[in-house]
C-alpha cells in the first residue's frame, strides 16, 4: 500500500513539472509585438514577390507601379492607425489591413500568373 500511494505522489509530481515547462510564458506587450512583426513581414514577403515578378518579367512596369502604389498605400494606413491608437494596432484595424493585404496578395498572384492560364488546355 505505501508502495502504491508513493509511486501515485511521484507521478504527481513529475507530470506537474512536466506541464510546468511546458506552458510557455506570454505576456500583453509579446502578443502585440507578434501581431505587428506579422503585418510587417507580410508587407515584406509581398515586396519581395513584386520584386521577383519584375525580375523575371512576369509582372509589366505598369502594373508593378500598381502593385507599389497599393503597398505604399497599406503601409500609410498601417502608419496612421498605430499613431492614432498609440503605436499599436487594435483587433479592428488589423483585420482591415490584413483584409487590405489579402487582397493585394491576391492582385500580385494574378498578376505573375497573368497569360499563364489557358480555358480548355491542360
Known sequence: MKVSLLGVGLLAITSTIGFAQAAPATTAPALTQRHAATIGQRRDNQQQRIGNGIQTGRIN??????????????????????????????????????????????????????????????
Not at 498605400?73 to 490584413?98: P, V, Y
Open 61 to 122: 512596369p505598369r502594373k508593378a507601379v500598381k502593385l507599389e502604389r497599393r503597398e505604399a498605400s497599406i503601409g500609410r494606413q498601417a502608419h496612421r492607425m498605430r499613431a492614432a491608437d498609440h503605436g499599436r494596432l487594435n483587433r479592428r484595424n488589423r483585420a482591415r489591413l490584413n483584409h487590405r493585404l489579402n487582397r493585394t496578395s491576391r492582385a500580385i498572384y494574378r498578376a505573375n500568373h497573368r497569360g499563364n492560364y489557358r480555358p480548355g488546355k491542360q
